[in-house]
């Protein structure tokens, strides 16, 4: 769950910027150990980049969404799989675009090497993606 995100939201295109510090796995101690590990981002390169290229009909109302990820300074191709989007309203009027988007990543690709540590190379990604819908202002 990315909690500090950035999101341009358009017709079959995805771009989102996450701070890295503001992702959760919902158990406070699992979350001290993988900041402490910089699994995700460091002083360095605090946010993460998501940012589709193509998208494709999965079936069900999900869309497949290839891209480049950019983690630790480094880019590389992934799939993540959005399911059915929705735009709701906040107490304002603002529309609102959410989806839960997801994948599969390997954290070696991003030079995420983690010795004496018992964790898998493969890390389920999935983020819940709120973004404000453009041209779309609450009335006054």
């Known amino acids: 769950d990315g909690q500090e995100a950035i999101a341009e939201v358009a ?3 995805l ?3 996450i701070d890295a510090r503001s992702l959760t796995t919902r158990s406070p101690e699992r979350d001290a150990r993988l900041r402490a590990m910089r699994l995700f981002g ?3 390169h605090p946010a993460m980049r998501f940012r589709s290229t193509w998208a494709y009909e999965k079936g069900g109302g999900r869309q497949g969404l290839q891209g ?3 983690m630790h300074g480094s880019a590389h191709v992934v799939e993540l799989i959005a399911e059915p989007a929705r735009v709701v309203s906040d107490v304002t009027g603002r529309l609102w675009y959410e989806a839960t ?3 599969t990543i390997d954290r070696r690709a991003w030079g995420v090497v983690l010795r004496g ?3 898998g190379h493969a890390v389920q990604v999935r983020l ?3 973004a404000a819908v453009p041209g779309v202002r609450p009335p006054r």
């Open 11 to 13: 017709k079959d295109e």
């Open 15 to 17: 771009d989102l910027v």
């Open 42 to 44: 460091d002083d360095d």
């Open 68 to 70: 480049t990820l950019t």
């Open 101 to 103: 988007v997801a994948g």
């Open 117 to 119: 540590v018992l964790l």
């Open 128 to 130: 819940h993606v709120r």
